[in-house]
Structure formats: structure tokens, C-alpha cells
């Protein structure tokens, strides 16, 4: 809540410049490894902060660079999320994360073992066709862009094969190659 008048301060002035400009701005939900409590997050790291900062400079030209991977991180089930914030979403990243709940329940989310990967999608936990539904319910008609070089097991040689891979799955989570409805 400290934060919201420097944002409005800051952001306020570029944002009505960027709208008389036609261009659109768009933060992307990552906290960046920081925190609620330490205020060392990025502003637009969750739905409470989206809630406040779009309340505080409710401008249409300001959105969200969205991915499920952010939220997943944090327990957080992005598809509630992504239908009621899908008029905010900008663009998208195609990243998923992988939630192991078996070191979880062994270890807890601040034990020594690793419980959340983020991956590639297609390799993560996310229901892709369901997230492209809600997108395309809504209008949305950007793209989805891969963001590559998290996933740890297709990194290094595996890279390309994991991000082609991944795309060859959301063109099929989509429904495939665009096939024309034709005119009676």
C-alpha cells in the first residue's frame, strides 16, 4: 500500500503519454523472488497487487504480460485469475511451471528440496487448451510467446527440441492450423 502513490506518481504521467501514443503498457505478473512483507517484489506480482494498481490508474493502455508460471509459484490457481483479469491481459507468455506436492508435503514450501519448476509448456502442469479457451472466449487475439531457457530438464542441447516441442503443443491445445468455416 505505500507503494501505490509513488506508482501513481511515476506510472501516471507515462501512461497517459503512452496512451496519447496509442501504445499500450503491460507489467508482467512475476515477483521477481521477492515479497509481500519486504515490499522487494514486482509491483504487478499478484492478484491483490493488479486489484490495487489498477484501482489506483484504472486507464485502459495499462495491463498485464501475463503467464500461469508466476502464479503457479506462488499456489496461486491461475486459471480463476485468468478469467477474471482476461480484459487486462496485454500479452502472454507461454511458460508453465511443474508443482511437485510430494516434497511439498514432505518438506513444505521452505524445506532444503525444490518444489516447483518452471517449464516449458507442455511439460508443466497448466491445462493449456483450457487457458486458450478463456483467451479466445474473451477476444484476446495476441500472441502467446514462448519463454524459453527455464525448464530444467530440456535446457542446453534439449533447448530447441523443448521449445519446438512447445509450440507444436499450443498449436494444438488452439485446435490445430486455422481452418476457414466455409460460406453457405
Not at 499456489?75 to 507461454?94: A, M, R
Not at 531457457?149 to 542446453?156: E, I, L, M, N, T
Request: proline fraction near 8%.
Amino acid at each position: 500500500d505505500q507503494s501505490l502513490p509513488r506508482f501513481r506518481e511515476v506510472w501516471g504521467p507515462l501512461a497517459q503519454r503512452a496512451a496519447d501514443l496509442g501504445v499500450r503498457i503491460a507489467f508482467e505478473n512475476c515477483p521477481m523472488g521477492g515479497s509481500w512483507q519486504r515490499g522487494d517484489h514486482n509491483i504487478a506480482h499478484s492478484p491483490d497487487a493488479w486489484e490495487r494498481m489498477f484501482n489506483e490508474l484504472p486507464m485502459d493502455n495499462l495491463g498485464l504480460q501475463w503467464e500461469p508460471c508466476h502464479q503457479m509459484t506462488q499456489l496461486i490457481d491461475p486459471l480463476p485469475q485468468l478469467k477474471k483479469w482476461v480484459h487486462k491481459i496485454l500479452n502472454v507468455h507461454g511458460k508453465d511451471a511443474s508443482i511437485h506436492w510430494d516434497v511439498i508435503r514432505e518438506h513444505g514450501i521452505n524445506g532444503p528440496v525444490p518444489w516447483v519448476f518452471h517449464r516449458t509448456p507442455g511439460f508443466g502442469d497448466s491445462n493449456w487448451t483450457d487457458i486458450i479457451s478463456v483467451l479466445r472466449a474473451n477476444n484476446y487475439t495476441g500472441s502467446i510467446d514462448i519463454e524459453g531457457w527455464h525448464d530444467p530438464v530440456y535446457r542446453g542441447d534439449l533447448e530447441m527440441t523443448g521449445q519446438v516441442y512447445g509450440l507444436t503443443y499450443l498449436k494444438r491445445c488452439r485446435g490445430g492450423n486455422f481452418v476457414p468455416t466455409p460460406m453457405v
